[in-house]
């Protein structure tokens, strides 16, 4: 086995430019106690403490989705004691000044880096809108006494429907059938040749068996295909309460008709699947990305889909994001590609949203979120005391 691991106010307290500083910020927390009326805030209601517990919502799109979901929105103003502020992302990756402005970040797709963390003594907790840590470095932030948390349960069901729709937009031919039907090609698409491919019976491999891997299992279940899994951290015990094979990653390959990248993207799982590892898959077989762009070889995937050493491939996740207008995967008519979005539902925002703002109370309250990555981090001696000082300071 070659690699191993497969595995979320008033106005003027911000500036509407991004990730620039309004100067009101500074002034007001300096008050022994504000309170942000309703009617200047555009429906927002927020009060600060003499010390407040400072969340930064990062400015590339996290801010305005938690801002828009009414439970999240709710539990923030309901909460005394809590200033709210755009977090600037116009710096990458993200100054250690910047971040020690904050107790709480709920981030996106922002980079931190050991720069970003380096003699930072505030902040005790980064939270990821989603399931993926792969742009936070958890041994830097573990050094510096800060948690760092997903909302794995959040995106888990959006994920893993957005895994099955490439599934069934491939294995239907689903694409191609609908340009027939838009340009009369009513008898092509109807032909024997064209069929899709019946997934009864046929064999789908896990790379990754966690929160999304299981739920995409509860969904194909009713297919009755047979279920490899690739997941040298799933336990034994667990893996026994599902009608699941797991394999090595070779056999996996070989065996599978569909083969489902679910893993985190680490050091180990980089280029996962390369040049040798497509070789190894049926001439038939699809795959399918949902997790990150760079556990394939996408260089290597390009080549195999112009050569048809693979029928074909879905893509939800590309390195980089966005695609490179140059990429040759953009002249093939054997891959499907989806922006990076197709799991965005009103569910999924509303979800890892609400679990955003909870794993900010949790540590405002003194204690530790659900869902965190860097588990060492929970015996920081620097972390322990900022718990602590958060217990005495607001009552949890």
Known sequence: ???????????????????????????????????????????????????????????????????AVPSARKALENKAGIEIARFPVDIDPIPADVLNRFDAVLTGGVNFTPTSTAGVDRCALIVRFGAGYDRVDLSACTESGIIVATTPAGVRRPMATAALTHILVLSTRFVFKSECANNGRWDEAQSAAQAGLGLTGRTIGFLGFGSIGKDLYSLIKPFDMRHLVFDP?????????????????????????IVVILC?????????????????????????????????DQIALAGALAEKQIQGAGLDALDPEPISPDDPLLTLNNVH????????????????SELCVQAALDVMQGN?????????????????????????????
Request: proline share 4%; glycine share 8%.
């Open 1 to 67: 086995m070659r690699r191993s691991r497969p595995c979320h106010r008033n106005d003027n307290l911000f500036s509407e430019a991004r990730g620039h500083w309004a100067p009101a910020v500074t002034r007001l927390i300096q008050r022994t106690t504000v309170v942000f009326n309703r009617r200047t805030l555009r429906g927002d209601h927020f009060m600060t403490s003499p010390l407040p517990f400072r969340i930064g919502l990062t400015d590339d799109g996290v801010y305005d989705r938690v801002m």
């Open 368 to 396: 530790s979120p659900e869902s965190v990555i860097n588990r060492d981090v929970l015996d920081h001696l620097g972390l322990r005391e900022k718990l602590e000082r958060y217990r005495n300071r607001y009552g949890g």
């Open 264 to 296: 985190a993207l680490t050091e180990e799982t980089h280029h996962l699947i390369g040049a040798r590892e497509l070789e190894q898959m049926k001439p038939s077989a699809y795959l399918v990305n949902v997790a990150r762009g760079a556990i394939i």
């Open 233 to 257: 951290y799933l336990d034994e015990v667990t893996g026994r309460r599902y009608d699941i094979e797991q394999v090595d990653l070779e056999t996996l390959l070989s065996a599978s008709d």
């Open 337 to 352: 590609l989806t922006p990076h979005a197709l799991g965005i539902t009103d569910e999924l925002v509303r979800g890892c």
